[in-house]
């Protein structure tokens, strides 16, 4: 291969690259080199040489697998804490068939049962909010993720074991963006202790649920065969378990990034609410009434692109490839960079502004190209590594936005509201301080 079509960037440091840059905040290390560089550029992180892709071109050949694998594609610190060989990791045949068990979770029957669980859950939050006077909603916001999580998969009663598992779980997480250091008292090490001690409560409810099924999320994984007769085993269903938290928390930055929208656009807000009374009015939540608004989905939809969640995921080139005229050596690690894909201005027109009707027929702007959007990775979830909860994340973002904007009004005191891109998903600097009155 000529060198001069290798991806353009920079190795960074001897040794350490451009690890710590890229560990500060992913975001803006994402942003800058882009700027410098184009779609596809190379780095060097956590020891490997590493190309980073931006855009629908990107995302078309990160999900092809003759070309990107799964395997191996993560730091081991990290893939550890997604929970070892949990489905972004796998491949091939393994992958299919874990995917077949895993959306036994998420079909349409049990979506339809988690549905009033996220309208009492998602209910209850906003008018302790509402009573509340003026609320910082950024730590409630991830509690409501994860409580939601816990109800529908696991059956959880919200009660003093959910606590526990949200006090680890924030351990967990924190040390995302720290080295990998096993030395006690680093919060390495601290989250590992966390998330075996998430493990062994998890422990406890599957030995329940394998001798007592329930309608959850759990049961139904466990009951659910893939195309070969083969059933997910107990220890496989607690690390798909572990990833749905880590997933689905991260549903607390859209929740977040709706209410401010919606609160700063009156507009927005009264063209949404007439669209709910017309279809919904003060009846409980249905499936069938979610989906029948096409404004609301629009809105969804733009949360999902606009509110910054993830910078990239991680893969492993399979094969060379080349994309955007630069290619990209077997072996080399990949990382697919989906925040600043919905933000590409080949795509999106004005892409920082919060406009759900870009999505509007006529202007249907994701559809530019195959694989315009992929906040949530492309194709199909039964045929590749499309997002398994996708239709979970819509369904509990369409929940949150009809029930504050059909039951409340939201004031936003003056607060800096900047993101603090350090931290995955970025949080509000000002943690978000929301005042709600009752319609
Ligand atoms: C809006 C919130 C969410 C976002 C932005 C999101 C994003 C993503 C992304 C980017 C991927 C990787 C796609 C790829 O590799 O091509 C993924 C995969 C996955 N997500 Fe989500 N996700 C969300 C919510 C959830 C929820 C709520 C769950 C479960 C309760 C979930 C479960 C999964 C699983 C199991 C995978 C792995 C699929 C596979 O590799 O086959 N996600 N998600």
Known sequence: MNDTTLPPGDRGLPLLGETLDFLKDQFHFV??????YG????????????????????????????????????????????????????DGAAHRQRKQQVMGAFGREALAQYLPVMESTVARYLARWSAAGESTLTGDLKDLA???????MVGSDGGAEFAENVRDFKVMVKAFTALPIPVPGTAFAKAKAAQGRIFDRYRKVLAERQARPTGDGLSRMLAKPADDGARI???????????????GY?????????????????????????????????????????????????????????????????????????????????????MLCNYAGGNDPAIYAAPE???????????????????????????????????????????????????????????????????????????????????????
């Open 31 to 36: 942003d800058a080199r882009q700027a410098r």
């Open 353 to 439: 502004r919060f406009d759900p009707d870009r999505f509007a027929e006529g202007r249907a702007e994701d559809l530019k190209h195959p694989t315009g959007f992929f906040p949530q990775g492309v194709g199909e979830p039964l045929k590749g590594h499309k997002c398994a909860g996708f239709d979970f994340s819509t369904l509990l973002m369409k929940t949150f936005i009809v029930l504050l904007a059909r039951d409340y009004e939201t004031k936003l005191p003056a607060q800096d509201l900047s993101y603090q891109w350090e931290m995955i998903p970025p949080e509000y600097a000002g943690g978000l301080r929301a005042v709600l009155t009752k319609r």
């Open 146 to 152: 994860l409580e939601v999580i816990a109800r529908t």
């Open 233 to 247: 085993a107990g220890e496989d269903a607690l690390k798909e378990l572990h990833h749905f938290n880590l997933a």
């Open 39 to 90: 779609k596809v550029f190379r780095s060097n992180i956590l020891f490997k040489d590493t190309a980073l892709l931006v855009g629908a071109e990107g995302a078309r050949v990160f999900n092809d697998e003759s070309k990107v694998q799964r395997q191996g594609g993560m730091a081991p610190h990290i893939a550890d804490f997604f929970g070892g060989t949990s489905l972004p990791l796998l």
């Open 250 to 334: 991260i549903t607390f930055a859209h929740m977040a990034h709706g209410l401010v929208a919606l609160a700063q656009d009156p507009a927005l807000l009264a063209r949404l609410r007439a669209e709910i009374d017309a279809q919904l009015g003060s009846k409980p939540l249905t499936v069938e009434a979610l989906h029948a608004m096409p404004l609301l989905e629009n809105v969804a939809k733009e949360m999902k692109r606009r509110a910054p969640f993830v910078a990239v995921s991680f893969g492993k080139a399979k094969s060379e490839f080349t994309v955007e005229g630069k290619t990209v050596p077997a072996g080399w690690m990949v």
